[in-house]
Antibody, heavy 122, light 107 residues
Framework: EVQLVESGGGLVQPGGSLRLSCAAS????????MDWVRQAPGKGLEWVGR??????????EYAASVKGRFTISRDDSKNSLYLQMNSLKTEDTAVYFC?????????????WGQGTLVTVSS | DIQMTQSPSTLSASVGDRVTIACRAS??????LAWYQQKPGQAPKLLIY???SLESGVPSRFSGSGSGTEFTLTITSLQPDDFAAYYC?????????FGGGTKVEIK
């Protein structure tokens, strides 16, 4: 059974940093691209970014709203995905989901974790 | 960036109704469109990918159609478990983008 479990959320002050983790199980993690998607309270879904696999040199893509502040990384030996968030703003307050990309030329997010809440507030 | 526009934003319907949700892309995305269902406090669930392919385990009352810029999610015979929010997403090009969502409410 595919499982994705996010952790690391919490309360942080504006300008601060936080690192989210996503522990994966039930599939060959190293084969898949992995995404982060967020949802502000009462709002819709916003794609944050994608971390590619080793075959694609672990490169990443980001939404413009987080580019230069957030970094996606992964440790295939630990079946884990990370999101390093720096220079946090109040508008980064959201539930952050990790999602698995399907094995395809155009990966779709086929499994999602339950999310972890990040609150940016003074 | 490709903008995704969903309509309506809210839809009131009864059990047994046929429901249609529209999604429009600001430029052609071929068939690289997904539909997700999200219930309060839960993660999104993939329903449809590549515009019309039903994800494994999803009931056949859900179907998707369209290509290019115009897409539709249809639920035939709405069930109590279907009252939720629905989002379209384009995955043709980066950044991936979602529609604003459609909340299906009980009439």
């Amino acid at each position: 059974e595919v499982q994705l479990v996010e952790s690391g959320g919490g309360l942080v002050q504006p300008g601060g940093s936080l690192r989210l983790s996503c522990a994966a199980s039930g599939f060959t993690f190293s084969d898949h691209y992995m995404d982060w998607v967020r949802q502000a309270p009462g709002k819709g879904l916003e794609w944050v970014g994608r971390g590619r696999n080793k075959t694609k040199s672990y490169t990443a893509e980001y939404a413009a709203s987080v580019k230069g502040r957030f970094t996606i990384s992964r440790d295939d030996s630990k079946n884990s995905l990370y999101l390093q968030m720096n220079s946090l703003k109040t508008e980064d307050t959201a539930v952050y989901f990790c999602a698995r990309g399907s094995i395809a030329a155009h990966p779709v997010e086929d499994y999602w974790g339950q999310g972890t809440l990040v609150t940016v507030s003074s | 960036d490709i903008q995704m526009t969903q309509s309506p934003s809210t839809l009131s319907a009864s059990v047994g109704d046929r429901v249609t949700i529209a999604c429009r892309a600001s430029q052609s995305i071929s068939s690289w469109l997904a539909w997700y269902q999200q219930k309060p406090g839960q993660a999104p669930k993939l329903l449809i990918y590549k515009a019309s392919s039903l994800e494994s385990g999803v009931p056949s009352r859900f179907s998707g159609s369209g290509s290019g810029t115009e897409f539709t999610l249809t639920i035939t015979s709405l069930q109590p478990d279907d009252f939720a929010a629905y989002y379209c997403q384009q995955y043709d090009s980066y950044p991936l983008t979602f529609g604003g969502g459609t909340k299906v409410e009980i009439k």
